[in-house]
């Protein structure tokens, strides 16, 4: 079992992995290596991006259990506040680049019976709460349990996220449900889990879920 | 074949320093909004100077729009063509086996001159003619394209369809070998292939309809809908069937591939529309490609004064 707490780089390293696709679209975005329609691979990929990290984040808790690397739970702060980082990119890229501040269009995207635009912006809310709770002094000013419960809106942020993508496909929905079969199973490995532990005697150990 | 000769197009339509002038449009506005991202502004929209020019050696015709060009470079590399792939790359990347010659086309139905013709017999005696078009995707963007084709009442009326028929279908040719979106595949587009598409018998008439074969005066390439192709510029783009192999006269409304795949997102008609949106996205404004800034779409894509009066009475938020 690799002690990660161990080494000091790994953190750091991680990090700048997780700034890999960031650093890449600015480089095709100043080097001219995007499409004739460069605000919507923009768009795109920083969606795409938001998916995988909230993915990402919440293969950990499952992670750590099935192959015993608890020390994992190091990385899992970070790895959500970068699917925060890039759902915040693509969110101000609608907002900016797409619409131009155009609020009274961006408005009617959001009421006009389009849940494409709604489940978007439903996704990014929901996770800003998360990222301002990430800190040690607010597990402490919450509590354990009722700072976990908070937390546990990342489920809603991924399905509504994936429904987002869902709708924003025209015909071509594989991609979008590979993602919701991903998310079906990390969750789907929670209430397992969950269900056995529950099984347990009381005092038996159980780990916190996420 | 009915293509203009390189020797006919004038050396600025095709100059290669065009071409990639809309990307550094896009850098150059993006790192203008960037920099003064901290003082809270906005630049200008930028305006795409260097482009100016492409067409301006002929004379503009009845049709022609005067806007700037769309740099060929972005009208052969950023496509919807689903037989060569979903993404807009795709069909620039996937479509180096596909054979556009020999071509034949049937023509079939309620027509007096059923018959399979070679390409060059079908259009043989029809002038091509250059049209600078606006082009307006189902998605919301959009561009100027200059397409060298024969108006499709032409053809028509060549091939004298019976009184009986109210429709025109086209059909793409189905190729699985040359054209990699056809195949069977989980990661597909979700259409049934060959591509159908269709016109009422007054809109294959209309003036604007074109059977196109060539763009920026160059033969077609095969991202482009090679070798022929429709093109009904007050419509959505994705009623520009490419690649035909089939005109059928009909009295039925043919069903096609849109339609058929999500009849509830993509009318029979499709004429562009600012005021009926598609279920999930806006169509008021678009995204010229090149262009920083959204602009509004027009009714009709602009084209009101030419197809309007074959639309009237008609309710076109049901007949979508």
Known sequence: ?210 | MLIKRASDIASSEITPENLYHNRREFIKTASAVLGIAAAGAIVPACTNSAVSGMTQSKPKGKYDTDEKPTPYEDVTHYNNYYEFGIDKADPAANSGKFKPTPWTVSVEGMVKKPASYSLDDLLKGLTPEERVYRMRCVEAWSMVIPWTGVPLAALIARLEPTPAAKYVEFKTIMRPDEMPGQRPSVFGSGLHWPYTEGLRMDEAMNPLALLVTGVYGKPALAQNGAPIRLVTPWKYGFKGVKSIVKIRFTDKQPLTAWNEAAPQEYGFFANVNPQVDHPRWSQASERRIGEFYKRRTLMFNGYAEQVAQMYSGMDLRKSY
């Open chain 1, 1 to 210: 079992m690799p002690k990660f707490n161990r080494w000091w780089i790994s953190k750091p390293a991680v990090f700048v992995v997780c700034l890999v696709p960031m650093v890449w679209l600015v480089w095709d975005t100043f080097a001219g290596n995007l499409s004739a329609n460069p605000i919507e691979d923009i768009r795109n990929r920083t969606g795409i991006w938001t998916l995988r990290f909230l993915m990402i984040t919440l293969s950990v808790t499952p992670l750590r259990r099935i192959i015993g690397w608890p020390s994992l739970i190091r990385f899992r702060r970070m790895l959500g506040l970068f699917a925060f980082f890039y759902a915040f990119v693509h969110f101000i890229t609608y907002i900016w680049l797409d619409q131009a501040f155009a609020w009274d269009e961006i408005v009617k995207d959001m009421i006009s019976k389009r849940p494409f635009i709604l489940s978007g912006v439903a996704s990014f809310v929901l996770l800003i709460p998360l990222a301002i709770t990430s800190t040690k002094k607010w597990i402490g000013r919450l509590g354990g349990k009722r700072w976990q419960m908070i937390h546990r809106l990342i489920y809603l942020s991924a399905v509504v996220g994936v429904l987002h993508y869902y709708w924003r496909v025209k015909l071509d929905i594989a991609r979008p449900l590979a993602y919701g079969a991903v998310l079906a199973v990390l969750l789907g490995l929670r209430l397992t889990v969950a269900a056995v532990y529950d099984r347990r005697p009381v005092g038996a150990h159980r780990a916190p879920l996420q």
